[in-house]
């Protein structure tokens, strides 16, 4: 049976980014995403909690538009600006982090001056090693890569998948406060898919949890808060 699927980008009403109607995807026959909805609007940050292989990076990247759905309706405000952040990145071999960040920069045709570059590969603490193959570069070197590239054209909705895995505790610090100070304080939406609660509590007001493909429970951080002392005595 053919089944339906309508992704369109639009003029959506309020404050709405995305929107999800019936969402399936699948993979040969396994059915990972089993009718997903949801609606993300401007300044959401949404942390989406749920156990291994629920679904939750197939999600991401439908949402990010990346990857097609089997079936549903994908509604996507006009204009919008996704980024994500993968969980594992492959590089084509050889090019250079330096390289790398231009090809980004000239795709999005963003005009940047050169020290401003300089501040946010500092501020990333990825300067030092700017000019060596991403491939060579250590899994928390390559995060911070990942991460810079997710949030270089501004983009309205923001997706990381696992952020912290492989960042000391200095370097994530930096970024989380980068985070806040050009997503969360200009009312930007992210989308934080992560197994540590205590990120969730840190950087998000909604969660959704995903299970076998389906989300099971959604709401407020802050109702989680108040009920169960925190998002960790929750799960
Ligand atoms: N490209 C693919 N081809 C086939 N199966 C896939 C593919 N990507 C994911 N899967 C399968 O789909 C299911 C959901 O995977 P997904 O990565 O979306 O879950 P997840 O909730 O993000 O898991 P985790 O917490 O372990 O990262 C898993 O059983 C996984 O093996």
Avoid at 31 to 36: D, F, K, P, T
Avoid at 63 to 76: A, E, Q, T
Avoid at 116 to 128: A, C, G, T, V, W
Avoid at 163 to 173: A, K, M, P, W
């Amino acid at each position: 049976m053919q089944q339906q699927i309508n992704i369109s980008q639009r003029d959506l009403s309020g404050e709405t980014l995305i929107s999800l109607q019936n969402i399936k995807k699948s993979y040969g026959s396994k059915e990972v995403l089993r009718g997903i909805n949801l609606e993300i609007k401007k300044g959401d940050r949404i942390g989406v909690i749920g156990t291994n292989g629920a679904g939750k990076s197939t999600l991401s990247e439908v949402i990010s538009g990346i990857r097609k759905p089997s079936s549903g309706n994908l509604d996507v405000a006009k204009n919008t600006l996704v980024g994500i952040q993968f969980q594992q990145s492959k590089y084509p071999v050889g090019i250079t982090v330096y390289d790398l960040i231009k090809y980004y920069l000239e795709v999005y045709h963003i005009e940047i001056r050169k020290s401003e570059l300089d501040d946010l590969m500092m501020k990333y603490q990825i300067i030092e090693f700017k000019n060596r193959a991403v491939e060579k570069l250590s899994g928390g070197q390559q995060q911070r890569v990942n991460i810079l590239l997710s949030l270089i054209h501004n983009p309205d909705l923001v997706i990381f998948d696992e952020i912290s895995t492989g960042l000391d505790i200095e370097v994530r610090q930096e970024i989380f406060d980068f985070i806040e100070e050009n997503v969360i304080q200009k009312n930007k939406s992210l989308m934080l898919v992560t197994h540590n609660m205590n990120e969730i509590e840190e950087m998000c007001n909604k969660f959704i949890y995903v299970d076998n493909g389906v989300i099971v429970e959604e709401g407020m951080v802050a109702d989680i808060v108040a009920k169960y002392g925190s998002v960790q005595n929750y799960t």
